[in-house]
């Protein structure tokens, strides 16, 4: 960005926000009534610092966002809202997609869990089957149906290279 060079006139159509300090040469905020760097007098005053920052803030209104304590203006704010499943399809980076079935898996996992307390026999091999049917019907829905869903041209080409 340019650097206004007469600190102590205000020219309008100047839109930067910093000056070189004319003591030490270095970038100082232009509408302070000081340099930053050396404290080198820019400014009469600082009430005229900041009646010429007001001057120059008013001849743009794009300048209205602008501080007298910043070196540069606002930058605009950027639309920073990502397709995050694009993005990473176009990475090659495979995310699981957003899903029930987890829970499904969990719940699953609970029965196993149960069926690991030493209960009668008969109960844990139904808690184990019950759990395992379960879990089974989550994983198989989270990563075969969902996923081929989500990604349907990857999920061929990666089985394909499975086999030979
Ligand atoms: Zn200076």
């Known amino acids: 960005m340019a650097v206004a060079n007469k600190p102590r006139y205000v020219d309008l159509s100047n839109p930067s926000l910093s000056v070189e300090c004319p003591n030490c040469g270095l970038r100082t905020q232009r509408f302070l009534d000081h340099c930053r760097n050396c404290g080198y007098k820019l400014w009469p005053s600082s009430t005229m610092a900041s009646a010429a920052f007001k001057a120059w803030r008013e001849a743009d209104p794009s300048r209205v966002e602008a501080s007298r304590y910043e070196l540069d203006l606002p930058v605009e704010p950027v639309d920073s809202s990502i397709d995050y499943a694009a993005r990473a399809h ?46 089974l019907y989550g994983v198989v829905g989270w990563v075969l149906v969902e996923d081929i869903r989500m990604f349907p041209t990857d999920s061929p080409s990666t089985s394909g290279d499975v086999h030979h």
């Open 90 to 135: 176009q990475l090659g980076i495979h995310l699981f997609p957003s899903s029930n079935y987890p829970f499904v898996i969990c719940l699953g996992a609970l029965f196993l869990g149960i069926a690991a307390v030493p209960v009668a026999g008969a109960v844990r091999i139904g808690l184990l089957i019950i759990g395992g049917l379960i879990f």
